[in-house]
């Protein structure tokens, strides 16, 4: 019995290796190309995730739109995403990639609204400093010596 399953997962090991790996695409996109796109897909499918309602309510279509940006079609990327896929060496770089934008671009937002936060505060300050009318001003008199 244990011969069976043995010779069985070695019969499923074997079928599965010979992986028919699709040809380049004439109009393949360039793997930088490939990181911006996926990119701004990630980034699409989360403001999707946040607020679907609204843009399916004005017929907001996040693909098409970063399909026209890049010139391309649904079918290019199809054809052009299969072929990295099938290098998993070649998508993992892509991968990466995409996912040190993501993270700069997190970077950066996190710093604009840090910024934001603290130019709002300090305004908050200012306001309050001046709405209080029975604040005795610093050094409104010159100081003489007694």
């Known amino acids: 019995m244990k011969f069976i399953a043995f010779a069985i997962s070695i019969f499923v090991?074997?079928?599965?290796?010979d992986v028919e790996?699709?040809?380049?695409?004439d109009?393949?996109?360039?793997?930088?190309?490939m990181v911006s796109i996926l990119t701004e897909?990630?980034?699409?499918n989360a403001a999707a995730s946040i607020n679907n309602r609204t843009m399916r309510e004005r017929g907001i279509e996040l693909d098409s739109f970063v399909y026209a940006k890049y010139g391309i079609d649904s079918v290019?990327?199809?054809r052009?995403?299969?072929f990295y896929t099938s290098d998993l060496d070649a998508y993992a770089e892509i991968f990466q990639k995409v996912e040190q934008r993501l993270m700069e671009l997190q970077r950066v937002t996190d710093s604009l609204e840090k910024n934001l936060n603290f130019e709002e505060k300090a305004g908050e300050m200012k306001d309050s400093v001046s709405e209080d009318k029975t604040a005795t001003p610093l050094l409104s008199?010159?100081?003489t010596d007694n």
Do not use: H, M
């Open 41 to 44: 897909t990630y980034l699409g």
């Open 76 to 78: 290019q990327f199809a």
């Open 13 to 17: 090991l074997l079928g599965c290796q």
């Open 80 to 82: 052009s995403n299969a």
């Open 27 to 33: 109009n393949l996109i360039s793997k930088e190309e």
């Open 21 to 25: 790996r699709p040809e380049k695409p």
């Open 141 to 143: 008199e010159p100081v």
